[in-house]
Nanobody, 121 residues
Framework: QVQLVESGGGLVQPAGSLRLSCSASGLRFANYDMSWYRQAPGEERELVATNVSPAGDIKYADSVRGRFTISRDNAWNKLYLQMNSLKPEDTAVYYC??????????????WGKGTLVTDSS
């Protein structure tokens, strides 16, 4: 079965850096669009960044553009989010999402359980 497991979250000081990882299994990773979402307390879940399969178009939310970098390693079925210059408003649970496969008429979404990132201000 498809499984997405996030890691790398934790407590970081303002303006610090952190790298999140998402390990995927049970799917042909290269055939899935991969995204990072986040949800802050009391807020709606929002899209942070998307990396279209296999490593094509990349999009960022305006709030993180220039600070965050999304990347993927199809050989190791991993998705990354490098977060620099962290701000208090970046505090949230970050989720890994897979959407696909892109070679099928019906696409499904799979979610990880999330990893908490806390910016200490």
């Amino acid at each position: 079965q498809v499984q997405l497991v996030e890691s790398g979250g934790g407590l970081v000081q303002p303006a610090g850096s952190l790298r999140l990882s998402c390990s995927a299994s049970g799917l042909r990773f290269a055939n899935y669009d991969m995204s990072w979402y986040r949800q802050a307390p009391g807020e709606e879940r929002e899209l942070v960044a998307t990396n279209v399969s296999p490593a094509g178009d990349i999009k960022y939310a305006d709030s993180v553009r220039g600070r965050f970098t999304i990347s993927r390693d199809n050989a190791w079925n991993k998705l990354y989010l490098q977060m620099n210059s962290l701000k208090p408003e970046d505090t949230a649970v970050y989720y890994c999402k897979a959407w696909g496969p892109n070679n099928r008429a019906v696409r499904l979404a799979y979610w990880g359980k999330g990893t908490l990132v806390t910016d200490s201000s």
